[in-house]
């Protein structure tokens, strides 16, 4: 059996990151920029071994295509590849840069994941964990994966149906562009698609034995299963790869994608999925995704979670979650007509320029964070307590990038009780602390508050914490109640019974 070109670099020298929802939008953003990250930062005999997730064989395949497309041109273009080679690499030069060895150190493969069958979410976990993963194109053998250094959740669906257009007028005039752009209230959530036993469990429809758990867990609200359910049995599935056995090994990390606007008022508990329209469902499911990736380590969650990290064996040391935004970026995930989608990517731009820090607008650009959390040195990012904090893309007017951190109703930037300008961070090392340049204005955390941000109180947080608690043991007893009934009828193997 022939062995993977990775195969004769150093364990260390190999980076292995799982990609969800990698074949358009933000997802194919990510995937783009962690590669010229990746060339431009490790070093010169590292490998990157990225695994893009698709729904289908043909988009894994196309997936694969459009990223190695833009490995070649990067690979080829790039001045900064060619200055860390120390020369031009043109014919002639002294320089030893080739763009050949640039994308010899890449290699893209392909998994085949639902987030909205479950049965696809393991079996797809399953072939990570004890199986082979194949490149869709076939230009690489199959691979076992060792270990998952990064797993970006980004794949999701947004659930809306539209504008209110007197909404739009409404909140423009009462808060102004920049604020409309940035939290807008006038997104028409469609109403919640619930899935079914049979879809959940990728059943055969005339299959009388497939038993649905009973009610009220007979089905899942398609937003919460697609954004945050799915990913979160994904995530437990994966522990064995994303555990360590001793803390001298580089510790995995979960990067999880939420949205800037996921405040306290879009999740009730009682309407926890947003089935019944009392809450929109995208955002509804991203004050979820913050809760749970902010709180599990939290003394007063903590008993709750603990029963969710059970499944790394004998791994002690647990990956460590992280939360990014990719800011406002203008995808296919709102529905809108061509005409009216390049108004929104112009007035999203125009939004940029009038001093937004939170439009990066272009889906490449929107991926710095989740890019910046997945490649940084672990040191930095623990002398950041980057795992405390939601790390949004800020971008300059001119169109340059770098990681900020987001205020979040109920937990502030880092979930500390501070106040006035102690809250804010107004000196200088704000502004260069995860090696943006001195002098970004954008990153201060007093650009881009929401309009009726207010400060963090004790009670607030302790309400926080609490939110976090409720989320994780209703996941929890979600996740028991679904893998009874997806696993229940398969062999050891994942095969049906």
């Known amino acids: 059996m022939a062995s993977p070109p990775w195969a004769g670099a150093a364990s260390h020298e190999q980076y292995f990151v799982l990609l969800t929802g990698a074949n358009s939008g933000v997802g194919l953003g990510i995937g783009q920029r962690i590669i010229d990250e990746f060339l431009a930062s490790r070093s010169l005999s590292s490998h990157l071994i990225l695994i893009p997730t698709t729904r289908s064989v043909a988009k894994s395949r196309d997936t694969a295509r459009a990223l190695r497309a833009h490995l070649e041109r990067t690979a080829r273009t790039s001045e900064r590849l060619r200055a860390r080679a120390g020369g031009s690499g043109l014919p002639g030069s002294s320089s030893c840069y080739t763009p050949e060895s640039a994308i010899a150190r890449v290699h893209v493969l392909g998994l085949q994941l639902d987030l909205c069958n479950l049965r696809s979410v393991y079996r797809a976990a399953r072939q990570l964990v004890r ?13 076992k994966i060792p270990r998952i250094d990064a797993a970006l959740f980004n794949a999701g669906v947004g659930g809306w149906s539209g504008l209110d257009w007197l909404g739009l007028l409404k909140q423009f005039f009462r808060v102004g562009l920049v604020q409309a752009t940035t939290f807008p209230s006038f997104k028409k959530a469609s109403p919640a698609a619930v899935l079914d036993h049979r879809t959940l469990l990728g059943g055969d429809p005339n299959d009388s034995d497939l038993k649905a ?43 999880w994608t939420s949205t800037i606007d996921a405040g306290r008022e879009h999740l009730r508990f009682d309407d926890f999925q947003a089935r019944r329209g009392l809450t929109p469902p995208y955002e509804s499911s991203k004050r979820i995704t913050d809760l749970v990736a902010l709180t599990s380590s939290l003394p007063g969650v903590e008993k709750v979670s603990a029963p969710f990290f059970f499944a790394a064996g004998e791994k002690p040391v647990r990956p460590r979650f992280y939360l990014s935004h990719p800011g406002v970026v203008c995808s296919p995930l709102f529905p809108l007509s061509a005409v009216l989608f390049w108004a929104y990517w112009y007035a999203m731009l125009l939004a940029r320029w009038c001093g937004s820090p939170w439009h990066p607008v272009r889906a490449y650009l929107g991926a710095c964070a989740s890019v910046w959390l997945a490649l940084a040195d672990q040191d930095a990012l623990d002398a950041l307590r980057a795992e405390r904090s939601k790390w949004g893309t800020a971008c300059t007017p001119r169109g340059r990038v770098a990681p900020k951190k987001t205020e979040i109703e109920g937990w502030a930037w880092e979930g500390e009780v501070v106040g006035g300008r102690e809250a804010l961070g107004e000196k200088d090392e704000d502004e260069d602390e995860h090696g943006a340049e001195k002098g970004w204005s954008v990153l201060r955390k007093s650009r881009g508050r929401k309009w009726d941000a207010v400060d963090l109180t004790e009670e607030r947080r ?35 019974a």
């Not at 199986?131 to 691979?143: H, L, Q, R």
């Open 462 to 496: 302790a309400e926080f914490e609490e939110d976090g608690r409720r989320c994780w043991a209703e996941l929890e007893r979600l996740r028991t109640v679904w893998e009874a009934a997806a696993l229940g009828k398969e062999d050891g193997n994942g095969n049906a």
């Open 131 to 143: 199986g082979e993963v194949s490149d869709p194109t076939g230009v690489i053998p199959d691979a």
């Open 213 to 255: 758990p009973p009610p009220p867990d007979d089905g899942l609200a398609e937003v919460f299963c697609a954004n945050v359910f799915g990913h979160y049995v994904l995530a437990h599935e994966l522990l064995p790869l994303l555990s360590r056995a001793g803390p001298d090994e580089p510790r995995g990390r979960v990067i």
